[in-house]
């Protein structure tokens, strides 16, 4: 337990760093770049989504495998084996992704983006250097699937914060002292992100416990033995990739690419809550993985629901703090009181539909650790198919509003309908205690402050007293859900008692 603890406090560690390195500078890149510009990072960051399909099940295998193997000396010999034989097909895979987005910059700046300010030649040209900057960061998330599995969280969250610096900051300096053009923002997230997969790549070949006196080598048993797990992966990802992206292909579409930007913009916020559910995921899938291996039942229950009861205390402070408060922590962030008042309806919405997206990643991850991958697949295909008529309408009469509705509707028959199913097979008869207690009880209290502390606020003042105010609200709804959480209420007690040495 105190490694797992270890790896969850780095985890939230590192994340709440990147998250910060990923939207406190969105501002000035705004500035800098316009919105138009802003709205190809948005693209950025779907496309190097939508590259996460070329994985083919190779991290998530990777990081299933050397959880269940470091520890048993009669595999431990076959990690490097594995770690090699995936490495002969990331990297030509990155070479591939070059490629295509190479090949696809001048389709999608002539047919299918709408630039009003910004040239085609120059939209084609960010594209082009924009599929550099995808395919050279694309092998770090594999290397960071290998440390996640040998639970080196500290080592991983030190990388990739470090990295997050670099990247958020660092191009700052390129904008102001070198060119202020999406060309050279492009450019710096290619270098960056090299040196993130090249890093990566050293750090899991050092923690990883081999033979010095055996060479690792290409195995075919490898693949051949990860092949129906690694194929229900890939299903998953293409799913939800195609789904979480589904909204933001249909506005490049539909819509100006102004308002690509500007739904990235609220897209931000929304995955800065995102990044305080993958700590969660990343410390706990290796461990129920492990647990699931050795059959050890009773303990994977309990670890089960207290997780997901720390994961709902922090789920629920932080959604809504942003959903009622949203309009002020727009405001607080851009300076730009229109944008804060356009963006808090649709903000509000993306946070709930996160809320309950984050809810399902520990459900999620129990699945995996069972090597079950069917039920996912089958809800993500029902939401796609759902989802894109949907979407296309709700676009078309209703804009980036239209948008966040979607990425609601979905989450929310995620844990309506893909708990129940779950646990008809996994964890029988644990669903009630998932629902009534792990989740509910953190939600309610969470919610009752913060919309207490709206009735009893201003709103908010753009200055360090608004920053205060929010953080003294933040931290009241935050300690609401947690003692409202029963296993998190007596962990707390129990970690006091260590603490301070007294006992009940």
Avoid at 36 to 56: H, P, T
């Amino acid at each position: 337990m105190p490694v797992l603890r270890t790896n969850i406090l780095a985890n939230y560690a590192g994340q709440i760093w990147m998250a910060l390195m990923g939207v406190v500078f969105i501002p000035l890149y705004i500035k800098l770049l316009g919105m138009e510009a802003f709205g190809l990072v948005g693209l950025m960051l779907s496309i190097q989504a939508l590259s996460m399909l070329f994985d083919l099940g190779m991290g998530g295998v990777l990081n299933r495998e050397l959880a269940r193997r470091v520890h048993n000396a009669s595999a431990a010999h076959t990690l490097g084996d594995l770690v090699r034989t995936f490495e002969w097909l990331v990297w030509p895979i990155a070479l591939m992704i070059v490629a295509v987005i190479w090949l696809a910059s001048g389709p999608l700046a002539n047919r299918w983006l709408h630039p009003e300010h910004l040239s085609r030649a120059t939209t084609a040209h960010a594209i082009a250097i924009m599929g550099l900057a995808v395919a050279l960061q694309w092998p770090s998330s594999f290397y960071a699937n290998g440390l996640s599995g040998l639970e080196r969280q500290p080592v991983l969250n030190l990388i990739n914060a470090g990295f997050a610096t670099l990247r958020g900051a660092g191009v700052l300096v390129v904008l102001y002292w070198v060119s202020p053009t999406i060309s050279a923002f492009m450019w710096w997230y290619a270098a960056v992100g090299a040196c993130q997969s090249l890093v990566s790549a050293a750090a899991l070949w050092l923690l990883l416990p081999t033979d010095p006196q055996q060479r690792s080598a290409f195995r075919a048993a490898e693949l051949r033995d990860a092949g129906r797990f690694a194929g229900g992966l890939v299903a998953i990802m293409a799913l939800s990739i195609m789904l979480t992206q589904l909204d933001r292909i249909v506005i490049s579409a539909m819509l100006p690419l102004a308002e690509l930007g500007y739904f990235s913009l609220a897209m931000s916020v929304a995955a800065g809550m995102g990044r305080m559910i993958q700590p969660m995921f990343n410390a706990l899938y290796p461990r129920y993985s492990r647990l699931a291996s050795l059959d050890q039942q009773d303990s994977l229950t309990h670890l089960y629901h207290l997780s997901n009861q720390c994961l709902a205390v922090v789920v629920a402070a932080v959604a809504a703090v942003l959903m009622i408060f949203g309009r002020d922590v727009l405001y607080l962030w851009t300076g730009d009181a229109t944008t804060a008042a356009r963006l808090a309806l649709p903000l509000s919405i993306l946070v709930a539909g996160t809320a309950f997206n984050g809810l399902m990643n520990l459900p999620y991850a129990l699945q995996l650790a069972h090597g079950w991958t069917r039920l996912t697949v089958g809800t993500n295909l029902v939401a796609l198919v759902l989802g894109i008529p949907f979407c296309i309408w709700a676009v078309g009469h209703h804009g980036i509003v239209g948008a966040a509705w979607l990425w609601f509707a979905i989450n929310l028959a995620f844990v309506a309908v893909g708990i129940p199913l779950m646990h008809r097979r996994l964890l029988r008869s644990e669903m009630a205690r998932w629902y009534v207690r792990d989740i509910l009880p953190p939600a309610i209290a969470a919610a009752v402050v913060a919309l207490l502390a709206s009735r009893l606020l201003p709103a908010l003042p753009r200055s360090l007293e608004g920053v205060f105010q929010l953080a003294i609200v933040s931290g009241a709804v935050l300690l609401s859900a947690a003692v409202a959480a029963p296993l998190v209420r007596d962990l707390v007690r129990q970690q006091l008692a260590e603490w301070f040495g007294f006992r009940r």
